[in-house]
Antibody, heavy 119, light 106 residues
Framework: QVQLVESGGRVVQPGRSLRLSCAASGFTFSAYALHWVRQPPGKGLEWVAV????????YYIDSVKGRFTISRDNSKNTLFLQMNSLRAEDSAVYYC????????????WGQGTTVTVSS | DIQMTQSPSTLSASVGDRVSITCRAS??????LAWYQQKPGKAPKLLIY???SLESGVPSRFSGSGSGTEFTLTISSLQADDFATYYC????????FGQGTKVEIK
């Protein structure tokens, strides 16, 4: 079945780096744009970044520009989020989600992975 | 940046009630709006896209309307399974979510 599975979340100190992964199965990975969306504890959803189906276009929310990098490996059906210079306010559940285009709704979501930034 | 404002933030209702949630955009987004349902500890689930198109498998008691800057999600007859938090999302310019509306049992 169509599935996205995130991994890589853990407790990390402020200023450190972390890479999240999202493994896809059950669909043609290279045909879809992919997003990262986060949700701080007890709060709402916040879109973080999106990458086009072929990896040539990337867009980010202002608060992570220059610190986070979204990438994908279409040969391994895997999406990544490289997070550098982490801050306490980056603590959240991070979801990956697919969409038919960069500017579109998200029809399949992973279960999320938790990032906690704390000393 | 486009801001999305949902109202109300919390809605108390009973099974069988007709409920509506409003989402307003800070500028026109045409019909590039989606609605999601999220239950505690779970990922969001797509309900409505392009403002009024029902996602496959979603019950027909859910409907969406609106265009431009004002949108509405309506549940025609609230069921026990519908108590959850609902989010709107614009995708006219990058992506932005509303702050959410929690539908709770009255």
């Amino acid at each position: 079945q169509v599935q996205l599975v995130e991994s890589g979340g853990r407790v990390v100190q402020p200023g450190r780096s972390l890479r999240l992964s999202c493994a896809a199965s059950g669909f043609t990975f290279s045909a879809y744009a992919l997003h990262w969306v986060r949700q701080p504890p007890g709060k709402g959803l916040e879109w973080v970044a999106v990458i086009s189906y072929d990896g040539t276009n990337e867009y980010y929310i202002d608060s992570v520009k220059g610190r986070f990098t979204i990438s994908r490996d279409n040969s391994k059906n895997t999406l990544f989020l490289q997070m550098n210079s982490l801050r306490a306010e980056d603590s959240a559940v991070y979801y990956c989600a697919r969409s038919e285009a960069v500017l579109y709704n998200m029809d399949v979501w992973g279960q999320g992975t938790t990032v906690t930034v704390s000393s | 940046d486009i801001q999305m404002t949902q109202s109300p933030s919390t809605l108390s209702a009973s099974v069988g009630d007709r409920v509506s949630i409003t989402c307003r955009a800070s500028q026109s987004i045409s019909s590039w709006l989606a609605w999601y349902q999220q239950k505690p500890g779970k990922a969001p689930k797509l309900l409505i896209y392009k403002a009024s198109s029902l996602e496959s498998g979603v019950p027909s008691r859910f409907s969406g309307s609106g265009s431009g800057t004002e949108f509405t999600l309506t549940i025609s007859s609230l069921q026990a399974d519908d108590f959850a938090t609902y989010y709107c999302q614009q995708y006219n310019s990058y992506s932005t979510f509303g702050q959410g509306t929690k539908v709770e049992i009255k």
